[in-house]
T-cell receptor, first 114, second 115 residues
Framework: DTEVTQTPKHLVMGMTNKKSLKCEQH?????MYWYKQKAKKPPELMFV???????INESVPSRFSPECPNSSLLNLHLHALQPEDSALYLC?????????????FGSGTQLSVL | AQSVAQPEDQVNVAEGNPLTVKCTYS??????LFWYVQYPNRGLQFLLK??????LVKGSYGFEAEFNKSQTSFHLKKPSALVSDSALYFC?????????????FGKGTTLSVSS
């Protein structure tokens, strides 16, 4: 199994809602990532978990809250989002965080904030 | 700080012709460089990487990339383009952040292959 699975594929939420994005991998990877991507732009790093511990937070607003319940799962909890947070949210994983590691990406969750 | 630049927003090529998508890098120390491709409404797919060794790196779907240290470039190439190669291509570099490393992407180049 070489897949990273993200759910839901699409999400529409209001600015007062609370929702969660989910990501799962069964490749035994110990590093997992959240990226945000606007249309026709590069993915922007948000968070990195290494061995289930948050190792990188790219100064992301607190309305985004990551969680890594175990080595296979990564969640992104959303609360009080703004319309400008509408984007494709990509999850990725890698064996480790060494410099030669390649990332495996999920297909993303397309988020619209109304 | 490590970074990559993709000077072209769009590259147009006819099917069967060779293609090149350009990338230059700015890295202190050894560069760890990658190419990814993204099809519409999809995640990114790994094509190839340069870590060390041969300057010509071969990857998926017939793509290859040439690492040139003197020109600080890592251009993606394919001898004969296919219409199905039309997609958004990202060059990326591993960079150190806080307590770990992460992949940081260039702005992307849209490749359009016409039949």
């Amino acid at each position: 199994d070489t897949e990273v699975t993200q759910t839901p594929k699409h999400l529409v939420m209001g600015m007062t809602n609370k929702k969660s994005l989910k990501c799962e991998q069964h490749m035994g990877h110990r590093a997992m990532y959240w990226y945000k991507q606007k249309a026709k732009k590069p993915p922007e790093l948000m968070f990195v978990y290494s061995y289930e511990k948050l190792s990188i937070n790219e100064s992301v607003p607190s309305r985004f809250s990551p969680e890594c319940p175990n080595s296979s799962l990564l969640n992104l909890h959303l609360h009080a989002l703004q319309p400008e947070d509408s984007a494709l949210y990509l999850c990725a994983s890698s064996q480790g965080t060494g410099p030669n590691e390649k990332l495996f990406f999920g297909s993303g969750t397309q988020l619209s904030v109304l | 700080a490590q970074s990559v630049a993709q000077p072209e927003d769009q590259v147009n090529v006819a099917e069967g012709n060779p293609l090149t998508v350009k990338c230059t890098y700015s890295v202190s120390g050894n560069p760890y460089l990658f190419w990814y491709v993204q099809y519409p409404n999809r995640g990114l797919q790994f094509l190839l990487k340069y870590i060390t060794g041969d300057n010509l790196v071969k990857g998926s779907y017939g793509f290859e990339a040439e690492f040139n240290k003197s020109q600080t470039s890592f251009h993606l190439k394919k001898p004969s383009a296919l219409v199905s190669d039309s997609a958004l291509y990202f060059c990326a570099v591993r960079t150190y952040r806080q307590a770990g490393t992460a992949l940081i992407f260039g702005k992307g180049t849209t490749l359009s292959v016409s039949s």
